[in-house]
């Protein structure tokens, strides 16, 4: 039996709330989504699951080819490791995954862009690599109704705790579903982010079965089919 450990959101939320004067990204854990969630997890508070977290790492960077391979747990690696956790590929003590339309706040929410290539020579100079991780803060909206087609759609709106130099969609204090102040609001470095979700099938990539694909729409951007997954921190085995 495990038991979910919620510290990790109230981590985050103090974090958030002694950096929210911040108007410009500082560092790169202020701007890098993986170096935050790093410089999370690192807190005395999660050495053990950081520590698992490191080895889990450690075995999914070595099975994977040199030019697939980094020093960080980068979204691509988070993303394998919860794969591999949902597939009994991996043990864990300290985390699971999930389905995602199960999220729960202080879930490490994960997507990855189809078209995603590890190689990181093979991407454009600063193109972005369509991959993101962030802290799920709220689950703001779930279970929409399709008008058109008059059946229920699984669509789910999350409010994110987030690293980026995005501007838009993002706010350095939290909002609600009904407000729209949020979307003018330009703020990068650490903040909350809205995320909409609309889950498409289940797909098999990256050498797993049950790759989530979802429809994500960040607010003032276009909508992009992303692969998600979760993790979610746990207490440890009792």
Same mark, same amino acid.
């Given at each position: ?12 939320? +103090? ?31 999660? %050495? ?12 999914? +960077? ?48 994960? %997507?990855?862009?189809?078209? %995603? ?16 991780i962030a802290v799920i803060d709220a689950i703001l909206k779930d279970k929409d109704k399709d008008k058109d087609k008059d059946k229920d759609k ?25 407000? +729209? ?9 650490i903040a909350y982010s809205y995320l909409h979700l609309e889950f498409l099938s289940k797909e098999y990539v990256f050498g797993f079965e049950n ?28």
């Amino acid at each position: 039996m495990t038991i979910i450990d919620e510290s990790l959101l109230g981590h985050t939320r +103090n974090y958030i709330f002694s950096s929210n004067c911040a108007l410009e990204p500082k560092n790169d854990e202020q701007k890098v989504c993986y170096q935050f969630i790093d410089h999370l997890l690192s807190h005395d508070s999660f %050495y053990y699951a950081w520590e698992e977290l490191k080895k889990l790492h450690t075995y999914i +960077n070595d099975k994977l080819p040199a030019s697939h391979q980094a020093e960080h747990i980068i979204p691509y690696h988070y993303h394998l490791i919860s794969l591999s956790l949902k597939n009994n590929d991996l043990k864990s003590d300290h985390w699971s995954s999930p389905p995602i339309e199960e999220a729960i706040p202080g879930d490490l929410f994960i %997507y990855i862009d189809p078209l %995603y290539n590890p190689d990181p020579s093979q991407r454009k100079a600063k193109q972005p690599s369509g991959t993101h991780i962030a802290v799920i803060d709220a689950i703001l909206k779930d279970k929409d109704k399709d008008k058109d087609k008059d059946k229920d759609k699984a669509i789910q709106s999350l409010r994110l705790i987030d690293a980026s130099q995005r501007l838009k969609g993002r706010s350095k204090t939290p909002f609600n579903f009904e407000d +729209n102040d949020f979307i003018n609001s330009k703020a990068s470095g650490i903040a909350y982010s809205y995320l909409h979700l609309e889950f498409l099938s289940k797909e098999y990539v990256f050498g797993f079965e049950n790759n989530e694909l979802c429809q994500c729409r960040f607010p003032g951007q276009k909508g992009t089919h992303r692969y998600c997954s979760l993790l979610r921190l746990n207490r440890g085995k009792i």
